[in-house]
């Protein structure tokens, strides 16, 4: 994860008076932006053009670095803390998603 583009949204949300403010707005907000991520994903729209697929992945994260910020996390030791907890997880793939075995 590109440390430079982290600062460069932390820095756009400090500008904007975001990053001290009410991270309950923030999962609002972050509840809008999976709606268009599964929008765009639902209507194919793949392209890079505002409010596709891959923009609204970026939004989705813009929205997550954000959150981080107002909760005094680092989304990295998030990613981190989540990679090494399920690296090693057993379990199976039914319908294209992976159930954990019990007891993990």
């Known amino acids: 994860m590109d440390n430079d583009l982290i600062k460069a949204v932390q820095e756009w949300s400090k500008e904007r008076g975001l990053d001290n403010n009410d991270p309950a707005k923030q999962f609002n907000k972050l509840q809008e932006e999976i709606d268009e991520l599964k929008e765009a994903y639902k209507n194919h ?25 107002q909760t005094g996390f680092d989304l990295k030791d998030c990613l ?3 990679v ?16 954990k075995n019990e007891g993990e």
Do not use: H, W, Y
């Open 45 to 69: 729209d793949f392209s890079n053009a505002n409010s596709g697929f891959p923009d609204s992945i970026g939004d989705v994260m813009v929205v997550m670095i954000i959150l981080c910020q």
């Open 80 to 82: 981190e803390l989540a």
């Open 84 to 99: 090494d907890t399920i690296k090693n997880r057993k379990g199976k793939t039914l319908n294209g998603v992976f159930i």
